[in-house]
Nanobody, 114 residues
């Protein structure tokens, strides 16, 4: 059974930082491309960042230069370091696994507000 469990969300002021973490089980983690998606109220789901098994990364233009995705294959975790947060980063963030994004976590709320 595949499980992806996100942690680290919460409330932060504009300009602040948060670090999300996703713990994976039930997959051969090191061979999977991992992603972070987000969905804000009333908006379409957005692919935020991806990291491949070879550690190459891609980012949405909206977060480039502010967010960093990383993985630890020994711990089966993928993190999203979010810096210089803006109110428009407020969303539910999801960890997903696979090039076809076959597996999804339950999501975690990130709220950027003063």
């Amino acid at each position: 059974q595949v499980q992806l469990v996100e942690s680290g969300g919460g409330l932060v002021q504009p300009g602040g930082s948060l670090r999300l973490s996703c713990a994976a089980s039930g997959i051969v983690f090191s061979s999977y491309t991992m992603h972070w998606h987000r969905q804000a109220p009333g908006k379409e789901r957005e692919l935020v960042a991806s990291i491949r098994s070879g550690y190459s990364t891609t980012y949405a233009d909206s977060v480039k230069g502010r967010f960093i995705i990383s993985r630890d294959n020994a711990k089966n975790t993928v993190d999203l370091q979010m810096n210089s947060l803006k109110p428009e980063d407020t969303a539910v963030y999801y960890c997903t696994a696979g090039s076809r994004m076959s597996y999804w976590g339950q999501g975690i709320q990130v709220t950027v507000s003063s």
